[in-house]
């Protein structure tokens, strides 16, 4: 029977990404080689949570009014692992928090907090970028999640310990 019930909850979680927004983001200016950063604008009026995989992004109600895509552009595709990676809020009334960073090719997953009356318009940036440890790309497997208007990531020293 937990065999069942554990069946249940993935098709409910399945079930809840499958009602999520999707978003392939416009690639635009070609961007410095090593330096990689995304924009992404969204109306919230209520709850919701952008989770962001290289250059898609699903906007999920969590709950409140219906959300709303308007922005989402970057200079190159986010990496699988980016070192020095970086979370900066730049617009929007309420909450918004990195709860989950990057690495091992898991989404970025930023959650907003939309608390007031009505809608609002929430932006943030995430920066990240490809430079090389020892002469291979690092990943970033010291990652960290922390509250604060930025949120930055350190490189991994396991790779250079390689």
């Known amino acids: ?11 409910a979680g399945l079930m809840s990404l499958s009602a999520g927004q999707y978003r392939l983001a416009e690639i635009a200016g070609g961007g410095n080689p090593n330096d990689g950063k995304c ?3 969204v109306i919230i009026d209520g ?32 990496p699988d692992n980016p070192i020095n990676f970086q979370f900066l809020r730049t617009d929007g009334r309420g909450r918004q928090d990195l709860i989950q960073s990057p690495r091992n090719g898991e989404a970025a997953v930023v959650h ?4 007031d009356p009505g ?16 002469g ?16 930055h ?7 250079s310990a390689r």
């Open 1 to 11: 029977m937990k065999v069942y019930g554990t069946i249940a909850l993935v098709l």
């Open 39 to 41: 924009r992404i604008e």
């Open 47 to 78: 709850v919701a949570e952008i989770h962001i995989r290289g250059n898609i992004a699903t906007l999920l109600d969590i709950s409140g009014q219906p959300s709303q895509w308007r922005h989402f552009q970057c200079n190159g595709v986010m």
């Open 112 to 115: 907003i907090e939309d608390a």
């Open 119 to 134: 809608s609002s318009v929430y932006t943030f940036d995430l920066m990240w970028n490809y430079l090389p440890v020892n």
């Open 136 to 151: 291979r790309r690092a990943s970033n497997q010291n990652a960290r999640v922390s509250p604060g208007s930025v949120q």
């Open 153 to 159: 990531l350190a490189p991994s020293t396991a790779a």
